[in-house]
Nanobody, 122 residues
């Protein structure tokens, strides 16, 4: 079955960095784009980033552009999200899911899993 396990979250101060991992099972990430989404308390879920492993096309939300970098390791069937210069407004539960995306479009396919908590203190 299709499963994606997000990990690597934690508590950091503003300006710090975290690297999130999304380990996929039941499919190969070479066959699907993988997107990162987040949901903060009192806010709706939003798309953050996405990568198409076969062609390297990436998507970044305007709010994270220049601070976050998405990458993939097909040998490990894992997608990463390097988050630098973190801000308190980045605080959220982060999820990964198979997605459709281009450089300016992201649609998740709703295989959310448990997600991983990122908390950024001011």
């Amino acid at each position: 079955d299709v499963q994606l396990q997000a990990s690597g979250g934690g508590l950091v101060q503003a300006g710090g960095s975290l690297r999130l991992s999304c380990a996929a099972s039941g499919f190969t990430i070479d066959d699907y784009a993988i997107g990162w989404f987040r949901q903060a308390p009192g806010k709706e879920r939003e798309g953050v980033s996405c990568i198409g492993s076969r062609d390297g096309i990436t998507y970044y939300a305007d709010s994270v552009k220049g601070r976050f970098t998405i990458s993939s390791d097909n040998a490990k069937n894992t997608v990463y999200l390097q988050m630098n210069s973190l801000k308190p407004e980045d605080t959220a539960v982060y999820y990964c899911t198979p997605s459709l995306c281009s450089s300016d479009y992201l649609l998740g396919m709703n295989y959310w899993g448990k997600g991983t908590q990122v908390t950024v203190s001011s």
